[in-house]
Each structure stands twice: as C-alpha cells, then as structure tokens.
C-alpha cells in the first residue's frame, strides 16, 4: 500500500485524467481525495454518509454549511459533520482541495 504522496503528482495525476476530484486513498477508516473548482464555478455536490475535513491548499471562496456562510482561503481547515448541507460558492480563484472522509467513503 502507498503512504507517501507527492502533491504535484496528485495534481497532474487529477488533471490527466480530466476530472475535478481525484480519489488517491482508499482503506476501511479513511478515503483522501483532491478536489478542484475553477473561479466562477458552483460546488454541486450533495451531503455525505461520512464526516468529512478539507483543507484548502489554495484559492478562495465561501462555504455554506447549513444555514452559516464562511469566507475560506489558503490554509483554512474545515470539518463538515455527516449529512450536513454544504458547498463552496462565490469562487473568486480557483480552489484547490484536500479532502478526507472517515470512515470510508461509500459510493
């Protein structure tokens, strides 16, 4: 199993395969993904069956959780509970996104 990951390579691996979410980990108590919205996008994505923590390697933005509005930015850490509302909106640069759920992410 790999433990070491270089971040330009998770980029690059993203970008080849054309997508804005690249899942890099995968094991029963965890999945760790990057993330992408470009300026101007709107986050569509629904609420989770797992908790889930992002940080934010670049851009900035703001996320609703629920009902709260948050301005986020390079090295803002977020924990978003299991099946709360959320998105990234208002995408004033692109957003770059580390991402991890626990447990697992379920398909």
Do not use: C, W
């Not at 300026?39 to 629920?66: C, F, N, W």
């Amino acid at each position: 199993m790999k433990r070491i990951y270089e971040f330009s390579e998770l980029q690059k691996q993203r970008r080849s395969i054309g997508t804005s979410y690249l899942e890099f980990l995968r094991v029963p108590t965890m999945t760790a993904g990057l993330y992408t919205l470009p300026a101007g996008s709107t986050d569509a994505q629904k609420p989770h069956k797992e908790d889930e923590m992002y940080y934010v390697v670049r851009g900035r933005a703001r996320l609703r959780i629920g009902n709260e509005d948050h301005p986020v930015a390079a090295g803002t850490v977020i924990f978003v509970e299991a099946a709360a509302e959320h998105g990234f909106h208002k995408i004033e640069e692109d957003l770059e996104l580390l991402v991890f759920f626990a447990p697992s992410e379920s398909s």
